[in-house]
């Protein structure tokens, strides 16, 4: 019998990469979005969220979320949509984020939630239904789109959480959390 340490690393190996493929999908603005299910920490309903002044308008303020500051951006004002008004199915993504090399927080992980208009499933997105981003112009940031995947004949864009939120983003997210 293998050692039970190769067992757990073979069973976590095929869990990352049955979860690969996994995207969270949500609404924002009428339009499909996904993050990769290996992002998502856990998804809440809109809880109380407390401004913190001086921050720019997409981040909405903290939470405390089982005794943990964390801060909450509104991703529809991040991904240049329309300010929405809340409604009854409005909830909160909580994502986990490596910061990168460029930041002060570089390698760590960062936990910060994100308001979304609905969530719809955990849906399966195989490689071979993703294509790249279309070219949108010399003025659109198409940065933090991973790829359009295609579902039962819709396109779901594609998030790369990461990029969405730039270096300094993140450090204002940060600074908000206290």
Same mark, same amino acid.
């Given at each position: 019998?293998? *050692? ?9 190996? #095929?869990?990352? &990469? ?10 924002? %603005?009428?339009? #499909?979005?996904?993050? $990769? ?13 407390? /401004?913190? *002044?001086?921050? $720019? @308008? ?7 979320? #089982?005794? &943990? ?6 991703? &529809?004002?991040?991904?240049?949509? *329309? &300010? ?47 294509? /790249? ?7 659109? @940031? ?25 270096? %300094? ?6 600074? %908000?959390?206290?």
């Amino acid at each position: 019998m293998p *050692p039970l340490a190769h067992t757990a690393a073979a069973v976590r190996a #095929r869990t990352t &990469r049955s979860a690969a493929d996994k995207y969270l999908a949500f609404t924002l %603005a009428a339009e #499909r979005f996904a993050i $990769p299910i290996l992002k998502i920490q856990e998804i809440i309903g809109l809880l109380d969220i407390t /401004p913190v *002044p001086r921050m $720019p @308008d997409w981040l909405r303020g903290v939470i405390n979320l #089982r005794g &943990r500051v964390i801060p909450v951006i509104d991703l &529809r004002l991040k991904l240049g949509l *329309p &300010r929405g008004i809340d409604g009854k199915r409005s909830c909160i993504v909580v994502v986990q984020m490596t910061a990168t090399a460029s930041s002060a927080t570089a390698g760590q992980t960062l936990i910060l939630g994100a308001v979304v208009d609905l969530v719809n499933e955990v849906q399966n997105i195989p490689a071979t239904d993703i294509e /790249p981003a279309p070219a949108m112009g010399t003025g659109i @940031d198409s940065a933090c789109i991973v790829g359009m995947g295609k579902v039962g004949g819709k396109v779901v864009v594609l998030l790369d959480i990461e990029k969405a939120l730039s270096t %300094a983003d993140l450090g204002a997210a940060q600074a %908000a959390s206290g």
